[in-house]
């Protein structure tokens, strides 16, 4: 089975500082990770994801999030935040040795809000 | 140019009704999905066609049907509307049916059941 946990609900950083978006996964074999972000009324837009190699992965928007095996997380990063990154941010995990479909189980989301 | 396009974009009825949302993408895919996020922005697979073929289908009321006449359209039809069905509907695509391949999802359909 694949599961993936968001332990906050909400976040809130000042506009300039570093903001990171915790994520931990279990997976019976190796992860696939993907962080998604959704804007108010709007759809999920993919930010990056990780399927093998260098465990720091560079994705749109400044963003970046670095994979640890060891710890079974993958932390969403951005050295310095906007008011524009206010939004909800989903992590989602894809167990590699699970037959069936691309199924995503997604986590239960965290609510970023960058304050002036 | 939308790359995945969804309608309709609010859709409110009344329960016992039968409706259907629609979904078309221009990337070339060979596989969609539907998913179903809740009043609490949980997100949940429903359903995933592959070149017409289903190959995920969840644990989803037999009151949802979807159907894919070709590979870039994926509907999603809904009888006997209950009121737990009020959600937001997103459909995705991505390239092929396997985990490396990323899904890029629909602006949504939300459904109200009155």
């Known amino acids: 089975a694949q599961s993936v946990a968001q332990p906050e609900d909400q976040v809130n950083v000042a506009e300039g500082n570093p903001l990171t978006v915790k994520c931990t996964y279990s997976?019976?074999?190796?992860?696939?990770l993907f962080w998604y972000v959704q804007y108010p009324n709007r759809g999920l837009q993919f930010l990056l994801k990780?399927?093998?190699?260098?465990?720091l992965v560079k994705g749109s928007y400044g963003f970046e999030a670095e994979f640890n095996k060891s710890q079974t997380s993958f932390h969403l990063k951005k050295p310095s935040a906007l008011v524009s990154d206010s939004a909800l941010y989903f992590c989602?995990?894809?167990?590699?040795?699970?037959?069936?479909?691309?199924?995503?189980?997604f986590g239960t989301g965290t609510q970023l809000k960058v304050e002036l | 140019d939308t790359a995945v396009s969804q309608t309709p974009k609010y859709l409110v009825t009344q329960m016992g009704n039968d409706k259907s949302i629609k979904c078309e993408q221009n990337?070339?895919?060979?596989?969609m999905y539907w998913y179903k996020q809740d009043s609490k922005k949980f997100l949940k697979i429903m359903f995933s066609?592959?070149?017409?073929?289903?190959?995920i289908n969840e644990t989803v009321p037999n009151r949802f049907s979807p159907k894919s006449p070709d590979k870039a359209h994926l509907n999603l039809h809904i009888n006997s509307l209950e009121l737990g069905d009020s959600a937001v509907y997103f459909c995705?695509?991505?390239?092929?049916?396997?985990?490396?391949?990323?899904?890029?999802f629909g602006p949504g359909t939300r459904l109200t059941v009155l």
């Open positions: 995705a695509s991505s390239q092929g049916g396997v985990g490396t391949d990323t899904q890029y």
């Open positions: 997976v019976s074999g190796n992860p696939y």
């Open positions: 990780y399927i093998t190699g260098d465990n």
């Open positions: 989602a995990v894809r167990d590699a040795f699970t037959g069936g479909g691309n199924k995503l189980t």
């Open positions: 990337l070339g895919h060979d596989t």
């Open positions: 066609y592959n070149n017409k073929e289903l190959i």
